[in-house]
Structure formats: C-alpha cells, structure tokens
T-cell receptor, first 112, second 112 residues
Framework: NAGVTQTPKFQVLKTGQSMTLQCAQD?????MYWYRQDPGMGLRLIYY???????DKGEVPDGYNVSRLKKQNFLLGLESAAPSQTSVYFC???????????FGPGTRLTVL | KQEVTQIPAALSVPEGENLVLNCSFT??????LQWFRQDPGKGLTSLLL?????REQTSGRLNASLDKSSGRSTLYIAASQPGDSATYLC???????????FGKGTKLTVNP
C-alpha cells in the first residue's frame, strides 16, 4: 500500500514554461486535494476534488488548473509558470469530506 | 476569516519532559480540528482528529484537547523522545467546507 505518491519530487522551471504535477492514491479515497507550502505562510489549499470528475477552487487557485479524470489520480497544471509559484506542493486524499487527510511526500518546485 | 495561531513557533526540551503545544483559532464555528506532524523535507502525517463535539482524543503518548468556545486546542506529549522532534501543525475545518486552515506550526526539538 503506497498511500499517496507524487511525481516528480523536484522540478526546476523557467518562467513561462508549463508542467503538470502528478498525484496518485491507492486507498480508494473519494476526496483529493492540492496544497502549497511557503515559508511564513503555512499550507494553503489550491484546489480540491470531492469525487472523480469534480473539482473546486481553494484559497489560492490563480495560475493553476486541475483534472480528476480517474478516482485515483489528481493532476495539478501550471500553464505559464511564474517565480511566485516557487513552493513545495503537497497532494492529499481522504475517504470523504471532513475526514482525516493523508498527505504525499511533496514536490519541490523552483521557477527561475 | 478564520485564522489559526500556534505558539510557540519553536520549542526545545530535554528528553523525558512532558510538554504542551498550543493552537488557537479565531472562529469557533469549526467542524473538526486536526493535529499533524511534519518531518523535515517530508509530507504531513495525521496524528489526531477531534470532532467539534469531542473534548479530547488520545493516541499513545499524545493527547489533544479541544475547547471550541474559547477557540483553543492543545497537544500534550508525554515523556518526550528525540524521535518526537518535528514540526507540529494544527488545522481547523469549518462545517460544510473542504478547506483546512493551517497554523504555521511549532518546531519541536527534543534533546537527548
């Protein structure tokens, strides 16, 4: 049981480049989340998905897009990366709303 | 707007000491509160989840209490060990919302 996995672990982008962060969970959880963690700011919710095929904005969605085509996968896209998107990105999943969230190991993204 | 504060930001104690970490929140209309542990360079691990109707939860040497009316939660760690060294985060969820609002954490160091 791998839990929540994220790829890649590290990524360096140039301003304006695009990329997709991948998240997978093998716990058959309904809900999935994307957070970013910045020094002095704590963790902030970017997007979440309550079920396959549905997504909703969190606290800081600007500059990101997401897709949840399969129950076990939640993808976070950056269409045109900016230095302000340099951060550590965490994916999480939970059995349903308002239950314990299980986090992946994170992706450290640097935008130059 | 819900704000979560954790004091102190850092704490250093000798091994074997009992200690208390504090979490306060500004809006008492919460659905539940979660305590997490984060090791350097790693994701978050859920420690305890307290529903708004509960007063406390226990797991091993950890005990978390919740006083919703005063907007406070404490995490009590008994007989601390060097392996307890990590950053401890609390997060609150409002009813009907998927959004977790995190504090900035308390960095705990337990010295052998």
């Amino acid at each position: 049981n791998a839990g929540v996995t994220q790829t890649p672990k590290f990524q360096v982008l140039k301003t304006g480049q695009s990329m997709t962060l991948q998240c997978a969970q093998d716990m058959n959880h309904n809900s999935m989340y994307w957070y970013r963690q910045d020094p002095g700011m704590g963790l902030r919710l970017i997007y979440y998905s309550a079920s396959e095929g549905t997504t909703d904005k969190g606290e800081v969605p600007d500059g990101y897009n997401v897709s949840r085509l399969k129950k076990q996968n939640f993808l976070l896209g950056l269409e045109s990366a900016a230095p302000s998107q340099t951060s550590v990105y965490f994916c999480a999943s939970s059995p349903g709303p308002s239950t314990t969230q299980y986090f992946g190991p994170g992706t450290r993204l640097t935008v130059l | 707007k819900q704000e979560v504060t954790q004091i102190p930001a850092a704490l250093s104690v000798p091994e074997g000491e009992n200690l208390v970490l504090n979490c306060s929140f500004t809006d008492s209309a919460i659905y539940n509160l979660q305590w997490f542990r984060q090791d350097p360079g790693k994701g978050l691990t859920s420690l305890l989840l307290i529903q708004s109707s509960q007063r406390e939860q226990t797991s091993g040497r950890l005990n978390a209490s919740l006083d919703k009316s005063s907007g406070r939660s404490t995490l009590y760690i008994a007989a601390s060990q060097p392996g307890d060294s990590a950053t401890y985060l609390c997060a609150v969820r409002k009813g009907g919302s998927e959004k977790l609002v995190f504090g900035k954490g308390t960095k705990l160091t337990v010295n052998p």
